[in-house]
């Protein structure tokens, strides 16, 4: 019965155990921010936006400023993607090996063991579609950008590649500002996508007369893994007429779109960039 008291004593330990270390760790939904309460998340989502705006802003100023009689992105839209995928994981792995006393030609132990584990992912996408002329119209201050020193709060060098494809086209190499129906082909794409991933583990052990816990092995871990993948698509903008819902005038409004081949790729970009988050966060922990 003493033995068996310790046992019990144990296991309750190790549930104790259990449920404060795995509170947190897949056990509910991940909060975007690290610390602090929700208004901390708001605040890092506004600042992301804030930069991913003021970074395409820049990056077409840049090009004005460069080139003053315009570039053929000037009559072209940007669509752009933010995906935030936040994944949290526990694992809680105890093992006891039980000795009762036995004769010296025959020594007797059992050990056991327990694993439980647990996985919460949560993904949030914003979708944004601008025209490239209204990007140009205004500017953000130095100020205005957060400039944080990771993920998507830093330089996104969009600027630097799209200075790439401005020379590819005044070099012919390709020629996007071909006005035949071939423009409608023409997309230019850009993608930053940031993984930070954080562990943790906790190997402690007893051993007693007759028995000893976790002798051996990790007792429980803890992850978190943070994905922020921005997706940008430049394309011509196609317009497209949409009937008004004021019956009483009948206006017709003029709207601006992409073209379907800069949808198509964005979409397909965006669904390979989502599989192989997934295919990342179903891996070996």
Known sequence: MHERGRILSATRLLTCLACMLLSDCGMRVPD?????????????????LTNITCELRAALTDLHRTFPKGTFIDKWGVQTTLTLTYDENGELAPNILWSPPSPATSIFSLG????????????????????????????CSDEARPDGPFLLQSDLKLSEWLFDAVSASMTNTINFANTGLAVSQNVIQHEVKFQIVTSGTLSPSWALTRL????????????????????????PAAPAVVAAANKQTGKLAVESQPIRQG???????????????????????
Do not use: C, M, W
């Open 32 to 48: 975007i921010q690290e610390v602090g309460g929700r208004a901390e998340g708001q605040r890092f989502v506004q600042a992301v």
């Open 112 to 139: 056991s063991g327990l694993t439980f584990s647990s996985d919460a992912t949560r993904i949030n996408t914003i979708n944004a579609y601008y025209l490239v002329s209204d990007l140009e119209r205004a500017k």
């Open 212 to 235: 000893v816990v976790n002798g051996n092995g990790t007792l429980a871990s803890g992850g978190r893994t943070r994905t922020n993948d921005l997706l940008i698509t430049f394309a």
């Open 263 to 285: 949808a198509d790729l964005h979409l397909s970009a965006a669904i390979a960039a989502g599989v192989e988050t997934a295919l990342r966060g179903n891996g070996p922990r």
